[in-house]
Nanobody, 118 residues
């Protein structure tokens, strides 16, 4: 069964850090780009970051550039999103998805909640 599972979310104070993980089962992540998305209450889902499958190119939304880092460990079939200097406006449910950074994403995880609050 093809599955993506996010973990690592939680409650953190402004300025803090979290590392999200996206673990795949039932397929190999090597052949897919992995994107991170987020959706805050009452807002549309937005793309946060993406890492390509071919050369590991990375892409970031302007709102997270310099604070978030995406990486992949193909041996562990896992992609990470390191989030530093977190702000209250980063509060959202974060999802990972497998597909292409330039078009569609085929598989989606269930999401993990990130709350940034004092």
């Amino acid at each position: 069964q093809v599955q993506l599972v996010e973990s690592g979310g939680g409650l953190v104070q402004p300025g803090g850090s979290l590392r999200l993980s996206c673990a795949a089962s039932g397929f190999t992540l090597d052949y897919y780009a992995i994107g991170w998305f987020r959706q805050a209450p009452g807002k549309e889902r937005e793309g946060v970051s993406c890492i390509s499958s071919s050369d590991g190119s990375t892409y970031y939304a302007d709102s997270v550039k310099g604070r978030f880092t995406i990486s992949r460990d193909n041996a562990k079939n896992t992609v990470y999103l390191q989030m530093n200097s977190l702000k209250p406006e980063d509060t959202a449910v974060y999802y990972c998805a497998a597909g292409s950074c330039y078009s569609d994403f085929n598989y989606w995880g269930q999401g993990t909640q990130v709350t940034v609050s004092s």
